[in-house]
Nanobody, 115 residues
Framework: QVQVVESGGGLVQPGGSLTLSCAAS????????MSWYRQAPGNQRELVAS???????YYADSVRGRFTISRDNAKNMMYLQMNMLKSEDTAVYYC?????????WGQGTQVTVSS
């Protein structure tokens, strides 16, 4: 079955860096676009970044220039390198794949940016 599992969250100071990982299984990873979403308390879940099977990328305006999405098809892994973190980046971050017209989500990983 399709499964995505996030890891790598934690507590980091403003201006710091963190890398999130997403392990995918149950589908042909190299053929699917993958995305990172985040949800802060009281807010709707929002798209942070996406990467296509051809490695084209999209970033939300709020993270462009600070975050980098990447993928390793040999390992069925996706990553989100987050630099220059701000307090407003605090949220639960989710890995997402749309497979057979259904969205699959992981359990999320908490990122807290605080001094």
């Amino acid at each position: 079955q399709v499964q995505v599992v996030e890891s790598g969250g934690g507590l980091v100071q403003p201006g710091g860096s963190l890398t999130l990982s997403c392990a995918a299984s149950g589908f042909i990873f190299s053929m699917k676009a993958m995305s990172w979403y985040r949800q802060a308390p009281g807010n709707q879940r929002e798209l942070v970044a996406s990467i296509t099977s051809g490695r084209s990328t999209y970033y939300a305006d709020s993270v462009r220039g600070r975050f980098t999405i990447s993928r390793d098809n040999a390992k069925n892994m996706m990553y989100l390198q987050m630099n220059m973190l701000k307090s407003e980046d605090t949220a639960v971050y989710y890995c997402n794949v749309n497979y057979n017209f259904r969205d699959y989500w992981g359990q999320g990983t908490q990122v807290t940016v605080s001094s």
